[in-house]
Every structure is written in structure tokens, then in C-alpha cells.
């Protein structure tokens, strides 16, 4: 089964070669990898060349990072998309294998894993885990849905329910989680084990700000898809979430 793995960058000369690399160095035999550029001038595309692995090269510009991902979505063509941001890598070579194994065997629709948060100068020493686990339907309108660089979805389910929305920042991926799910019921499944280390420093990780828009932008999203929310119940997953967060020596 084809996995088509879509990564977004803008400006990312410094990580984008080891995304790139860590996909080339799956074990598994059919991967389609997109790569989606938003207009990069710092050498991001010198660096892209250099890879032979890669299926496609979109260039920019675009008009945001949902953007770019609908658009690597539009050209792939196996049935299985996965998201893997410039400056992620997947946690081992047999990660794709694995889920589209579970996938096939089991006819889903979604499978998803954890996300171990890492120094961005040194990707060797892990700060956090995040564990996906605790995701479950009813618990969208607390803000909880699984880590998006370890969702792997079936393509047909953007054919059914659209595409992401490009005029979210941060959370265009909650919102086509509780899309799916408020319309539908996906065959899901989640693997209990890492499957992408993430440099810490991105937009879903930089601060106070980028808390604000993000919890903004998850009220909306319930609400345009008729979950019922508010703040307080979206601000109740913090101390939880560090019940979710493994932290090794931060």
C-alpha cells in the first residue's frame, strides 16, 4: 500500500535534509514523498535537490502551511497521507512499514502514534513525549486530538469531508479531526509507541502567543463543526496534558 508523506517548509535549509533523509531510509517499499515550498530564499531548495528520494517538488509561494498541505495532498496518490513538517523526522526506518501494515490488516481509516519532543541542538536528547493516547472522540471538545506529525489518514476521507482550511494558523488540523469525526465515524486506532521526534521552537511550540491563537482557533473549530466547548473546558486539558508529557531532562 502506498504511503504519500507531505512535507511543508518555508526556510528550513537546516532541518529539511534530515525530514527528507528520514523518509528515504523507511523500510517500507512504497512511499510518495511531496514536498511543498512556500517560496524559500535561504537555500531550503538547494537542499531538496540534493535528494534524489523525492517524488515532487511544489513551489511556492503559498498562503499559509494548510495551505501548502492541501496542496501535497492534491498531488498524491496513495491511498495512506502522512504529514512530516521540515523540521520533524520519523523516530525509527520501520515506522511507515508498521502503520500501513495495521492499516491494511485492519481497514482503517486513521492510525496515529506519539510525538517525542527534542533539542533543536541536539536531536539525541528527548525533552517530552507526547502521548496521543488520550484521544478520544468526546474528548475533542476539551481540545484533545491526536499529534498531528503522527496521524496517518486515508485520503479518501479529504475527498469526503475537504480539505484543511488555510485560514487557520495553528489548528487547522484540530479543526479536520473534528470535522471527520462530528460527521462521520472513522475506523481508528492508535500505536502506542513514538513515531516522529520533533524539534522543539515550531509554531505549535512557541510560546504564550502561540497558546492563545491555538486555543482561539480550537473554540472555533468546535463550534463551526457543532461541538459544544468553551475556555474552561478547552483550559482543563493543561494539567492533564502534563500527565501526557514524559519529561527527561529538560
Same mark, same amino acid.
Given at each position: 500500500m502506498r504511503v504519500s508523506i507531505v512535507?511543508?517548509?518555508y526556510n528550513r535549509a537546516a532541518t529539511i535534509g534530515d525530514a527528507i533523509a528520514s523518509v528515504a531510509a523507511q523500510s517500507h517499499g512504497d512511499i510518495e514523498h511531496i !514536498? !511543498?515550498?512556500g517560496g524559500s530564499t535561504d537555500g531550503t531548495l538547494d537542499v531538496v535537490a540534493r535528494h534524489r528520494s523525492i517524488a515532487k517538488l511544489i513551489p511556492g509561494p503559498d498562503k499559509g502551511i494548510y495551505d501548502a498541505l492541501n496542496k501535497g495532498v492534491a498531488a498524491s496518490s496513495g491511498p495512506v497521507v502522512a504529514f512530516l513538517h521540515s523540521d520533524d523526522f520519523y523516530a525509527d526506518r520501520d515506522v511507515v512499514r508498521t502503520v500501513a501494515e495495521q492499516m491494511e490488516e485492519s481497514d482503517l481509516d486513521l492510525l496515529y502514534g506519539d510525538v517525542a519532543y !527534542?533539542?533543536?541542538?541536539?536531536?539525541?536528547? !528527548?525533552?517530552?513525549v507526547f502521548s496521543s493516547g488520550r484521544f478520544r472522540p468526546d474528548r475533542i471538545a476539551w481540545g484533545w486530538v491526536p499529534a498531528h506529525p503522527a496521524l496517518f489518514v486515508k485520503r479518501e476521507l479529504f475527498e469526503r469531508f475537504g480539505p484543511f482550511k488555510p485560514d487557520y494558523r495553528i489548528a487547522g488540523d484540530f479543526e479536520f479531526i473534528a470535522r471527520v469525526f462530528s460527521r462521520s465515524s472513522p475506523r481508528y486506532a492508535y500505536l502506542p509507541k513514538v513515531l516522529v521526534k520533533m524539534r522543539t521552537g515550531g509554531i505549535s511550540t512557541a510560546g504564550w502567543r502561540s497558546t492563545v491563537l491555538g486555543n482561539r482557533e480550537i473554540r472555533r473549530a468546535c463550534r463551526e463543526n457543532g461541538i459544544r466547548t468553551n475556555y474552561l473546558k478547552i483550559l482543563t486539558k493543561y494539567p492533564a496534558k502534563l500527565l501526557g508529557f514524559v519529561r527527561r531532562g529538560a
Open positions: 512535507t511543508a517548509c !514536498v !511543498v515550498d !527534542v533539542r533543536p541542538d541536539n536531536v539525541g536528547r !528527548v525533552v517530552r
